[in-house]
């Protein structure tokens, strides 16, 4: 089964852009679809967005000016860029691997980042 | 935009006890779209049931998964001591992903 990692910057300043990387391991990130999740410190999850290897995307109507997901399947890595970000943006972020019926059974471990001047 | 309310929001159960689990949504979802997860302290969230009512693979068969159109059901028949964990429930629709605000299990 895929495996999936998040790497990037642990902290980010006040109206800066956040940027995080997932990579694939354990299979082709070339099917499918790959989805961007956050949980702020105590709180819920909340849906970011998800890409399809082709490149198409779908995002959160709440974030959509800001976020962009994008694919690199030379790499077998999909990223996310989150624009002006504020202290609210402070979370645990996660990616997964979304089936077609918009299930999530694989996830990374997950990776905080806080935002803070 | 999908809203799913999940009640209770703690639930307070003993080991052996059965646990029952409501997500209602806004509007109508197709039984194929929705999900069920549940994450302990410091791990990623982990997917039990898909479809409503399957299983996800790995998951223990005291957990079921029930429900259609906008009430849907988790139920663990006999709790063990490894069930106390917070659950959220999701679906997919519109190209659009929405998750519950999660039902915290805790030992009574």
């Known amino acids: 089964q895929v495996q999936l990692q998040e790497s990037g910057p642990g902290l980010v300043k006040p109206s800066e852009t956040l940027s995080l990387t997932c990579t694939v391991s354990?299979?082709?990130?070339?099917?499918?679809?790959w989805s961007w999740i956050r949980q702020p410190p105590g709180k819920g999850l909340e849906w970011i967005g998800y890409?399809?290897?082709?490149?198409?995307?779908n995002y959160n109507p709440s974030l959509k000016s800001r976020v962009t997901i994008s694919v690199d399947t030379s790499k077998n890595q999909f990223s996310l860029k989150l624009s002006s970000v504020t202290a609210a943006d402070t979370a645990v972020y996660y990616c997964a691997y979304m089936t077609t019926r918009g299930s999530l059974p694989q996830w990374g471990q997950g990776t905080l980042v806080t935002v803070s001047s | 935009e999908i809203v799913l309310t999940q009640s209770p929001g703690t639930l307070s159960l003993s080991p052996g006890e059965r646990a029952t689990l409501s997500c209602r949504a806004s509007q109508s979802v197709s039984s194929s779209y929705l999900a069920w997860y549940q994450q302990k302290p410091g791990q990623a969230p982990r997917l039990l049931i898909y479809?409503?009512?399957s299983r996800a693979t790995g998951i223990p068969d005291r957990f079921s998964g029930s429900g259609s159109g906008t009430d849907f059901t988790l139920t663990i028949s006999r709790l063990e001591p490894e069930d106390f964990a917070v659950y959220y429930c999701q679906q997919y629709g519109s190209s659009l992903v929405t998750f519950g605000q999660g039902t915290r299990l805790e030992i009574k």
């Open positions: 479809g409503a009512s």
């Open positions: 354990g299979g082709s990130i070339s099917s499918y679809y």
């Open positions: 890409i399809y290897y082709s490149g198409s995307t």
